[in-house]
């Protein structure tokens, strides 16, 4: 049966944040596994790269003066300083999706998410919360990418981060990924059977056959 609901339904971008170590990156990519109408944004970074990461997958690796052009071109859709390094959203990449009727994840922080929050009404926000505090660290210190020094930085944004999650529209504690997994799943199926989101549901429904 065709499942006009659907096809007609208007994309759009669900922003994901919360402090670093909380498991963004495995809810994420457990979350595409599940469902086939989801695309992730890659974001540009002046991070250097860990170990077992690829440029174009894991994030576009760039050089201060590259990343400052693109900045300079608006190619940003945002962009911020995390950590002490720089991350932008390829602007391109996520309006062309979205005009497609794609949802787009954008996995970013807070600061990032206040700029999209500004431009895209439509857009939903959804805060990865840890189980604890305690928890968090130690999520960050068993990944050992990070030195001592790293991680006492990211633990004092950490708190600071958590502050804006008023500023959000969902909250999903991620006890384990399987749970935050469905509780996203949730969100993205309601969100999209937001009326807001269909030009003619009503005309749809009204002007079928079966009235
Ligand atoms: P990590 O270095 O651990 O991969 O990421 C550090 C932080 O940067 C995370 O909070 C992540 O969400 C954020 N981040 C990653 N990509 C972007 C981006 O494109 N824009 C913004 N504003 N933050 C990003």
Known sequence: MKRWWL???????????????????????ALLKKRKDLVLSISATTRYKRLGEIDGESYFFYTEEDFGRM???GEFLEHATVHEHKYGTPKKFVMDNVKKGEVVILEIDVQGAMQVKKEFDEAVFVMLLPPNMMELRNRIENRQTESEADINLRMKN???????????DYFVVNETVDKAVSD???IIEAEKHRVKRFKYVKEKVLGGKYV
């Open 7 to 29: 096809e007609m339904s208007k994309g759009f971008l669900l922003v994901l944040s919360g402090p670093s170590g909380v498991g963004k990156g495995t809810v994420c990519e």
């Open 71 to 73: 900045v300079e071109n």
């Open 158 to 168: 950490a708190l600071k981060e958590l502050d804006f999650v008023t500023d959000y």
């Open 184 to 186: 996203i799943d949730a």
